[in-house]
């Protein structure tokens, strides 16, 4: 299994027996809510779409693997939702052998939008299977299904993560970044029993077996930059873990501030907790 990030582009390619390229929060249609804010902007579809298409030339993958946030109203679906998003996927299966979307929290109704042939995903992600190495794909607003956590490798959108850098003459510069580090299994699975409302007391592993029929293991966390460059994001050196998105990260069981944070272009800029200084 090969993992890269595609610099410097906000999206990753798997190699094993298949090529997948993966991407997620593209938010088709936040334009209109925009305009309702009086900010005008030109259609970002066919752009968002041209980007996708020009890695889809590049790395030729078999599969594409969408991570949630397709669409952008919430709860209703707009008219240019309605109208761009049947386009964009049509367009996107005429290159590529099969397409997987993940549903994610604006995602509401977009099961009604996707062309046949696009295979959509619940909310509590799906399992990938490369081989011996597991890959769990989540959206991350939502508690996966217990298995995913049995996975070496867990992909999560969602939070947009950026960071905040000062420059020498003190303007904050905001960038988008890739967040990755390794979860520790015990306290994944005592704040998965939590949430069931069983106290796992003196092994949680041990009682996340016992309970759930898996053994959970000590899975690497990716968390992706938003594909769609329209958008705000959390900033992950200035917010507190309380503030991240999404069970796995609210609850404290995954310890963000020893995870490693990378420009779009590759640059490592070192640990959260150290970048926090810098904020």
């Not at 109203?73 to 052998?97: D, G, K």
């Amino acid at each position: 299994m090969r993992i890269r990030l595609l610099s410097p582009h906000p999206a990753l390619l798997l190699e094993a027996s298949q090529r997948i390229l993966m991407a997620s929060d593209l938010h088709i249609g936040l334009e209109h809510e925009l305009s309702k804010m009086g900010i005008s902007l030109p259609n970002q579809a066919e752009r968002i779409l041209g980007e996708l298409l020009s890695l889809v030339e590049e790395h030729r993958p078999h599969r594409v693997v969408l991570l949630g946030d397709i669409k952008h109203a919430v709860p209703l679906t707009s008219f240019q939702e309605r109208r761009e998003i049947p386009r964009f996927f049509s367009q996107l299966l005429e290159e590529v052998e099969a397409v997987d979307v993940v549903r994610g929290n604006h995602d509401a109704n977009l099961q009604q939008l996707l062309p046949e042939g696009v295979a959509i995903h619940p909310s509590r992600g799906f399992l990938l299977s490369e081989d011996d190495y597991r890959i769990a794909v989540i959206h991350g607003h939502a508690w996966p299904y217990p298995k995913l956590l049995t996975a070496d490798l867990l992909l999560m959108g969602h939070n947009h993560p950026t960071v905040l850098l000062r420059t020498p003459s003190g303007v904050r510069l905001s960038q988008r970044v890739w967040v990755k580090g390794r979860c520790e299994g015990s306290k994944l699975a005592e704040a998965y029993l939590n949430q069931m409302g069983v106290k796992a007391v003196d092994d949680p592993r041990r009682a996340f077996k016992e309970r759930l029929g898996f053994e959970i293991g000590d899975p690497e966390m990716i968390l992706f930059p938003a594909f769609n460059d329209l958008l705000g994001g959390l900033p992950i050196n200035a917010e507190s873990p309380k503030s991240l998105l999404g069970p796995l990260l609210r609850t404290g069981a995954v310890d963000i501030e020893n995870f490693e944070v990378y420009l779009l272009d590759g640059t490592y800029l070192g640990k959260v907790n150290f970048l926090r200084s810098l904020a």
